[in-house]
């Protein structure tokens, strides 16, 4: 079936750091890849989205590229603050029977330190 | 326009018992979900409902039921509460077609002792 796989954290970075959150799947077809955030006591918050190859999804500084061709869409943002400490989860779409689901990963904890 | 909301926040049961977990929404969306996350897991599909009169089993199914009440509204039933139900519960609504974005709630923090 349809997964994803994201890379374990803890992350932990400076303020004004580059930031990388690695996320592949498996699936058939061409899903929809989204990645969502999660403050603090809070519920999820998409933070980006891509529905086909080639396509990048981008929101707060923060960007992912849909590749096709390395079945990836890592998350990135080129200098991350306090304020973005939080959970990151790769998500994707997952159609069967005319119903739509989303299978996600297992999450990225982000500590961003001043 | 308040998303979606859920209702207990907290709860703490002891084993065997029960209760419901309430869940509404008031952006006209046809699917609702409800996931459990539990920590290093990620969040896992417990029961989906596509459009009002429909559910459907998940991932982790077992010792629970849904009921899609409307259109707004989806309850999660725990008829016989085990400690292995500890983990914090969401619910979500999505609108078809748009791109299967979906909308979570706050949570409810459930406790099994």
């Known amino acids: 079936g349809n997964s994803v796989t994201q890379m374990e954290g803890p992350v932990t970075l400076s303020e004004e750091a580059f930031l990388t959150i690695n996320c592949t799947y498996t699936a058939t077809g061409y899903p929809s890849l989204f990645w969502y955030v999660q403050y603090p006591g809070e519920g999820l918050q998409l933070l980006l989205k891509?529905?086909?190859?080639?396509d990048k999804g981008s929101n707060k500084g923060f960007e992912a590229t849909y590749r096709k061709e390395t079945t990836s869409f890592h998350l990135e943002k080129g200098s991350v603050q306090v304020s973005d400490s939080a959970v990151y989860f790769c998500a994707l779409s997952d159609i069967k029977g005319g119903s739509e689901k989303l299978v996600f990963g297992k999450g990225t904890k982000l500590t961003v330190n001043p | 326009n308040a998303g979606v909301t859920q209702t207990p926040k907290f709860q703490v049961l002891k084993t065997g018992q029960s209760m419901t977990l309430q869940c509404a929404q008031d952006m006209n969306h046809n699917s609702m979900y409800w996931y459990r996350q539990d920590p290093g897991m990620g969040l896992r599909l417990i029961y989906y409902?596509?459009?009002?009169?429909?559910?459907d089993k998940g991932e982790v199914p077992n010792g629970y039921n849904v009921s899609r009440l409307n259109k707004r509204e989806f309850s999660l039933r725990l008829e016989s509460a085990a400690p292995s139900q500890t983990s914090v519960y969401f619910c979500?609504?999505?609108?078809?077609?748009?791109?299967?974005?979906?909308?979570f709630g706050p949570g409810t923090r459930l406790t099994v002792t």
């Open positions: 979500a609504s999505s609108a078809r077609p748009q791109g299967y974005e979906q909308y």
């Open positions: 409902s596509a459009s009002e009169g429909t559910t």
């Open positions: 891509a529905t086909k190859a080639d």
